[in-house]
């Protein structure tokens, strides 16, 4: 199997491919985790958001998802503290809350370590900053939180444990597919090399459109858009928690996240993209939307920005609000009769692991039968030094 991409969906599969028994070859361009795989919000979490668009399956397996990493990578992902205030002016009632929170213990198995929890007037004074003028209610419940770039690495060091190959930097440049396997040209120290697979996953993230269009014969590729979410990295130590905003003019949702020592992450934004997704790099108007959120819920914190940086989420094309839109990952195939090329539009870091298994299923009739070698679900990962 030939992997393009080396985010956190390429190791995925790298891994479930070389845990099935699998040969594997993975491709990455410029560095594990490079694209958008560097620049999330780094949540592990089943998207309680996404209750409002009823994605329940979409939430049940996220949670699924985190509870596993929780077991499998302790060092790299770690439960968190979220709360959500709610002002006379919040959108969201309490009550409306108080449901989605409940509905997503319940999805969650309703363990102790998943229970939510009204935070007691007494309390509002220790939340970081928070501002109680207009306060109603705060609501804390549980997900948590990694380290993208080390996850990433991480599952590729388990995927190369068990026999998977990755050259890098590496870049696909063109394949032919043909009946029994796909020739494969790629670019690795100056030279351009070949190799047979017998299937291709276009794990290229925002690439992935571009990536259709050197396949032949030629695969048409899904209506996606690329959007930009932008992150800034703030001073000024965040200590209970994330906290989670409703902003008030929008109504979208905005993070203040611990990071690092004495730094906070705050993200994240929505603006249309277009053009070389290597070049994607926050909008002046969004560090000022993110700025606006932060100062109005956190007015006496420190207003120095240390970094800031965008990344790309595809999304199903639509005409509606980015926000809204379904995070459910899509993985089209060029034949469903023998399926020799997949790729993987969209998608959460979270779920990294269900959607490898996901494309294994997808290409299962064109893989030689092998003995699988190991489960995903009990590997564990480490962080790499
Ligand atoms: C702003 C934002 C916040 C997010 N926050 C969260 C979150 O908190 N939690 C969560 O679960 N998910 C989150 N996500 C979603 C998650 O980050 C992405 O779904 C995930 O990182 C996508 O990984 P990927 O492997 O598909 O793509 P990428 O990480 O972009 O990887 C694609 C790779 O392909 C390589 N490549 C491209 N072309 C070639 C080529 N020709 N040859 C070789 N290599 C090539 C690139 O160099 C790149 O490394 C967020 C996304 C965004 C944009």
Redesign the pocket.
């Given at each position: 199997m030939l992997v393009?991409?080396?985010?956190?969906?390429?190791?995925?599969v790298a891994q479930a491919a070389a845990a099935a028994g699998h040969s594997v070859l993975l491709?990455?361009?410029?560095?594990?985790?490079?694209?958008?795989?560097?620049?999330?919000?780094?949540?592990?979490?089943g998207?309680l958001r996404y209750l409002e668009t009823a994605d329940i399956p979409l939430v049940r397996e996220?949670l699924r998802e985190r509870e596993l990493l929780l077991r499998l990578a302790p060092e790299l992902v770690t439960r968190q503290r979220f709360f959500i205030p709610v002002y006379h002016y919040t959108s969201r009632r309490p009550w409306v809350i108080r449901t989605g929170l409940s509905l997503y213990a319940v999805l969650a198995g309703l363990g102790a370590k998943v229970r939510f929890r009204t935070v007691p007037r007494a309390e509002w004074g220790n939340l970081d900053g928070l501002t109680t003028e207009g306060l109603q209610a705060v609501f804390q419940y549980w997900d948590a939180q990694t380290d993208?770039v080390q996850l990433?690495r991480a599952v590729m060091r388990s995927a190369a444990s068990l026999g998977a190959r990755s050259l890098c930097p590496?870049?696909?440049?063109r394949a032919s597919v043909g009946a029994d396997a796909c020739r494969v040209t790629?670019r690795y120290r100056d030279t351009d090399q070949v190799c047979e697979a017998k299937t291709i996953v276009n794990?290229?993230?925002?690439?992935?459109t571009?990536?259709l269009e050197?396949i032949d014969p030629t695969i048409p590729g899904l209506a996606v858009e690329n959007?930009?979410?932008?992150?800034l990295e703030l001073l000024g130590r965040v200590e209970r928690g994330c906290y989670y905003m409703e902003v008030p003019f929008d109504r979208r949702a905005v993070f203040l996240i611990p990071w690092r020592d004495e730094t906070a992450l705050l993200?994240?934004?929505e603006h249309a993209f277009q053009g070389d997704?290597a070049s994607v790099t926050p909008f002046p108007e969004e560090i000022d939307y993110l700025m606006t959120v932060y100062r109005h819920y956190f007015p006496g914190r420190p207003s120095d920005i240390l970094d800031a940086w965008?990344?790309?989420?595809?999304l199903p094309g639509s005409q509606g609000k980015a926000f809204s839109r379904s995070?459910e990952t899509q993985l089209p195939v060029d034949d469903p009769r023998q399926p020799r090329v997949v790729t993987?539009f969209?998608?959460?870091?979270?779920?990294?692991r269900a959607t490898a298994q996901k494309v294994m299923r997808q290409l299962r009739k064109s893989l030689p039968v092998r003995e699988p070698v190991a489960d995903t679900r009990t590997l564990p990962l480490r962080a790499v030094d």
């Open positions: 393009v991409g080396g985010g956190i969906h390429g190791v995925g491709l990455e361009r410029q560095g594990l985790a490079a694209g958008t795989s560097s620049r999330s919000s780094k949540l592990i979490h998207g996220s993208d990433t590496a870049s696909f440049e790629y794990a290229a993230g925002p690439w992935a571009s990536l050197r959007v930009q979410g932008s992150h993200g994240t934004t997704p965008a990344g790309l989420r595809v995070r993987i969209g998608g959460k870091l979270t779920g990294y």
